[in-house]
């Protein structure tokens, strides 16, 4: 089974312009997950989606944004960017959500630079 | 954001060394997870928990789910050069998945 892709892997942006990332999971997973890694705050949490609707979300704010289509393949968007915003964007999929096996696949992430 | 206590925060070891390091939380968990991740790569995982007391091992890895469910441990036996990384647990409750801080391994030959 191929793993979980992200495209791109490599974006450099400026403050002011949005993003849409995308990630296409494990064959058969239904739940996708989005994590912002940074060197001062790790790994955070941003959203799970499972079968098209958002089940959880952490802690960002609305210019963070995302969705799943039918095929679970995933998208994430930030609006407006800020410096801090530079991250490794990671994707992550697993056969479910909640419920079920908790394990979690993840993709080789997309670095953003924001100028 | 949320993040579990993990330590140490890094090692320096030689190669052929045993290598400890555990993960705590403040709240219960159902699941815990270890993965490791290199340069520019996503974390891979590495073993799975799922029961309180659990003991599982992937080569010359350990991890154990601590009884009181607020606590990890991974082990690795005779560390080799490619060991090298951070080691990240993480902790499901009911719902999303909470990462440690990581810890650096260097080994040196």
């Known amino acids: 089974k191929a793993g979980v892709t992200q495209t791109p892997r490599y974006l450099i942006k400026t403050r002011g312009q949005q993003v849409t990332l995308s990630c296409s999971p494990i064959?058969?997973?239904?739940?996708v997950s989005w994590y912002q890694q940074t060197p001062g705050q790790g790994l955070q949490f941003l959203f799970e989606?499972?079968?098209?609707?958002?089940?959880n979300k952490g802690n960002f704010p609305g210019r963070f944004s995302g969705r799943q289509f039918s095929n679970s393949r995933s998208e994430m968007n930030v609006s407006t960017l800020e410096l801090g915003d530079s991250a490794l964007y990671l994707c992550?999929?697993?056969?479910?959500?909640?419920?079920?096996?908790?394990?979690?696949?993840f993709g080789p992430g997309t670095r953003l630079t924001v100028l | 954001g949320q993040q579990l206590n993990q330590s140490p925060q890094s090692m320096f070891i030689q190669e052929g060394e045993d290598v400890s390091m555990n993960c705590t939380s403040s709240?219960?968990?159902?699941?815990w997870l270890w993965y490791k991740q290199e340069p520019g790569e996503g974390p891979v995982l590495l073993i799975a928990?799922?029961?309180?007391?659990e003991l599982t091992s992937n080569g010359r890895l350990t991890a154990q789910f601590g009884i009181t469910r607020k606590d990890s441990f991974l082990n690795i036996s005779a560390s080799i050069p490619s060991d090298v990384g951070i080691y990240f647990c993480?902790?499901?409750?009911?719902?999303?998945?909470?990462f440690g801080t990581g810890t650096r391994l260097q080994v040196f030959p």
């Open positions: 064959s058969g997973h239904r739940s």
């Open positions: 709240s219960i968990f159902n699941t």
């Open positions: 993480a902790g499901r409750g009911t719902d999303k998945l909470i």
């Open positions: 989606y499972f079968s098209e609707t958002q089940r």
């Open positions: 928990l799922y029961k309180a007391g």
């Open positions: 992550a999929s697993s056969e479910a959500g909640t419920s079920g096996p908790n394990e979690q696949f």
